[in-house]
């Protein structure tokens, strides 16, 4: 669709970028309704509902995993939900990058919840169950590999977003995007290549660990490919803050 000058200034606007998303596509509704079904595949953890105090109990020192779980495809739903909303763009390649992102999100998220439950169970001392079970000559390498799936799983969904808003970058003139618009659009890029890269850094860290003598690692340099995601709490903040002070003024 080629947005006009009238049919531009007729839309509402947040912080300063005005949302040519009002009307909810077919697309939006699929990728809304793929990430609730996701929710759900975490929420199962017994084939029938708890029937008595200790399987209750059971449940609910899982319920920490479930909520960091829903916490980062929470992310991933924002960012594309903020895609939709500023854009309305339904054509192929937005199709395309927008079914990539559900692919990715229903396989990732069974190693999403083996890998957090791994690392919750180490923080507290084992008072949250671990659903990653590991053990024998192989354990550092399966280990390793489950790290692996995770990063790529992490990565693809952070390029998926990735593309989508360099795909509406590129049809920047038909869209009638002014320069704030292009400068948010262009950080959402910069984000999203920062996971990208922060999940590469993790797969190659996993790589590194796979060469390492068993018996020189620990339970502290067996996790460390999972250390590079508490980085973007640090990397992804500074990043914005930078480019929020090169932002230019909304357009009258």
């Avoid at 975490?42 to 029937?51: D, K, M, R, S, Y």
């Avoid at 109990?57 to 500023?86: D, G, I, K, M």
């Avoid at 068993?214 to 996790?223: K, M, N, Q, S, V």
């Amino acid at each position: 669709m080629q947005w006009t000058v009238e049919d531009l200034a007729k839309l509402p606007r947040e912080d300063g970028f005005r949302l040519r998303g009002q009307q909810v596509t077919r697309l939006e509704t699929f990728v809304d309704a793929a990430f609730a079904f996701a929710l759900t595949l975490l929420v199962i953890f017994f084939e029938t509902l708890p029937t008595s105090y200790e399987e209750l109990r059971e449940a609910l020192r899982r319920v920490p995993t479930f909520v960091l779980c829903f916490v980062l495809l929470a992310l991933f739903w924002s960012a594309h939900n903020r895609w939709s909303r500023r854009f309305g763009m339904e054509d192929g390649a937005a199709t395309v990058w927008s079914l990539g992102l559900v692919l990715v999100m229903l396989v990732y998220v069974y190693p999403l919840r083996m890998v957090v439950s791994s690392g919750m169970w180490l923080v507290t001392g084992g008072f949250v169950p671990t659903e990653l079970m590991i053990s024998g000559p192989t354990a550092l390498v399966d280990l390793q590999w489950a790290f692996v799936i995770y990063g790529v799983g992490f990565g693809l969904m952070a390029l998926m977003i990735l593309l989508l808003n360099r795909h509406a970058l590129r049809r920047a003139d038909e869209l009638g995007l002014d320069a704030l618009e292009r400068h948010e659009a262009a950080t959402e890029v910069g984000i999203q290549a920062v996971l990208v890269g922060c999940a590469a850094l993790s797969i190659v860290a996993s790589f590194v660990m796979m060469q390492v003598p068993p018996r020189h690692i620990g339970y502290f340099l067996a996790g460390l490919p999972m250390f590079t995601y508490p980085l973007l709490g640090v990397i992804v903040p500074i990043y914005a803050t930078r480019r929020q002070r090169a932002r230019p003024a909304p357009s009258p």
